[in-house]
């Protein structure tokens, strides 16, 4: 008998999901298939995007971080200016894209350096930077804000909000105890607490959000379970969680956890199982491919049905060491796998309404970018 067959798949707990996530290799393939089955369309939908970190600088110094720079390094973004941005922008246009993702370290105008920028351009900190960027990026191009900028205060989202479609942050792991290992001891950011607080402002917000979890840090698979049971419990809550990533650690040269392990390829297809089969169909659930270049398509065998942000133009500046996979790639290993790749938004069709767009000149124009994808 498969020791699946105790699962209540229907109202999974934290012990079902423990057992999905000790999985037995004798069980996997039957794992893959229940989690599949959920599958709603035969799409496999992407977001093209330009990456545009707006400061590489950081108050977090997690273990496994190649993205943050220190204000002393002579090639450091400090603060990316406006006509560098729009410049960015507007070559992004050529290639057809349409999220500008904009990340930042974060508090990054806790330091002098950034601080001193931002001076002198006339702000007072970096969310009112941020804000124009968006106001800029929405009246001046076609492209559409995506922030991802860690913790947020509710009225800084608040105010966010009025030039970004969508946002996000990963929850990474919803454990205490993670603040006390290499990954997150020096990371005062990374305290879940205020990652919940910031993911549920999000709710309060009516802002569609991207969450996950980070795979491979050093968390147990309680911890696991943990936290994917309670980006479920705020998603049921709000109802603003459009997708959720499943991303696993990958060593990167010169980062604090250089000689970790990374996680094997089951230990992905079980947590991706497992995330597939607790979220309701509507919740999207992604891997990012260019960090699973050669396997990818495992995982579209266990029910994923996105790819996230792909770029033409920029790099991952989070995982610099991991190239972008071509669309050409991406349409090859998507209908090799037997399913069509589809282009989205950075926002979910279901979420394009005054509720979660509330600056009507935005909506407008994320409705006709919605009816041009569905005409294409």
């Known amino acids: 008998m498969s020791n699946l067959s105790n699962i209540d798949f229907e109202n999974l707990s934290r012990d079902d999901l423990k057992s999905i996530l000790e999985c037995k290799k004798e069980d996997i393939l039957e794992l893959m298939s229940l989690a599949n089955s959920k599958r709603e369309s035969n799409f496999?939908?992407?977001?093209?995007?330009?990456?545009?970190?707006?400061?590489?600088?950081?108050?977090?110094?997690?273990?496994?971080c190649a993205f943050k720079q220190s204000p002393d390094?002579?090639?450091?973004?400090?603060?990316?200016?406006?006509?560098?941005?729009?410049?960015?922008?507007?070559?992004?246009e050529k290639y057809g894209c349409k999220e500008a993702l904009?990340?930042?370290?974060?508090?990054?105008?806790?330091?002098?350096?950034?601080?001193?920028?931002?001076?002198?351009?006339?702000?007072?900190?970096?969310?009112?930077?941020?804000?124009?960027?968006?106001?800029?990026?929405?009246e001046e191009t076609e492209l559409f804000p995506h922030t991802n900028a860690g913790n947020f205060s509710y009225e800084d989202m608040k105010k966010l909000k009025?030039?970004?479609?969508?946002?996000?942050?990963?929850?990474?792991?919803s454990s205490e105890r993670l603040m006390n290992t290499i990954?997150?001891?020096?990371?005062?950011?990374?305290?879940?607490?205020?990652?919940?607080?910031?993911?549920?402002?999000?709710?309060?917000?009516?802002?569609?959000?991207?969450?996950?979890?980070?795979?491979?840090i050093g968390e147990t698979k309680e911890e696991i379970a943990d936290s994917l049971l309670k980006i479920k419990e705020i998603c049921d809550k709000y109802g603003h969680i459009q997708e959720?990533?499943?991303?696993?650690?990958?060593?990167?040269?010169?980062?604090?956890?250089?000689?970790?392990?990374?996680?094997?390829l089951l230990e992905m297809v079980r947590t991706v199982a497992a995330a597939q089969l607790l979220f309701d169909e509507d919740v999207s659930v992604q891997v990012p491919?260019?960090?699973?270049?050669?396997?990818?398509?495992?995982?579209?065998?266990?029910?994923?049905?996105?790819?996230?942000?792909?770029?033409?133009?920029?790099?991952?500046?989070?995982?610099?060491?991991?190239?972008?996979?071509?669309?050409?790639?991406?349409?090859?290993?998507?209908?090799?796998?037997?399913?069509?790749?589809?282009?989205?938004?950075?926002?979910?069709?279901?979420y394009i309404n005054e509720k979660y767009i509330e600056n009507p000149v935005l909506l407008e124009k994320t409705k006709r970018a919605q009816e041009e994808i569905e005409n294409n």
């Open 289 to 350: 491919p260019n960090l699973n270049y050669e396997t990818s398509q495992i995982f579209l065998l266990c029910g994923t049905d996105d790819w996230g942000g792909v770029s033409p133009l920029s790099e991952d500046y989070i995982n610099p060491s991991s190239p972008w996979p071509t669309l050409e790639r991406l349409e090859k290993l998507t209908n090799d796998a037997g399913y069509q790749l589809k282009e989205r938004l950075a926002i979910y069709e279901k």
């Open 162 to 173: 009025e030039y970004n479609i969508s946002m996000g942050m990963m929850l990474e792991n």
């Open 73 to 92: 390094d002579p090639d450091a973004i400090i603060l990316m200016e406006k006509d560098e941005v729009l410049s960015t922008l507007k070559e992004a």
């Open 102 to 138: 904009f990340t930042i370290g974060e508090d990054a105008d806790t330091e002098p350096a950034v601080k001193a920028k931002l001076d002198k351009l006339g702000y007072e900190n970096m969310v009112d930077y941020i804000y124009d960027i968006c106001k800029m990026t929405v």
């Open 44 to 64: 496999v939908t992407y977001s093209k995007n330009v990456f545009i970190p707006l400061t590489k600088i950081c108050r977090n110094d997690c273990g496994y």
């Open 183 to 216: 990954a997150h001891e020096k990371s005062p950011g990374k305290d879940p607490k205020l990652r919940i607080e910031t993911i549920e402002n999000a709710g309060k917000l009516n802002i569609a959000y991207t969450t996950g979890i980070l795979i491979g």
């Open 244 to 264: 959720v990533i499943i991303q696993n650690f990958t060593v990167s040269p010169g980062i604090e956890m250089e000689d970790h392990e990374e996680p094997s």
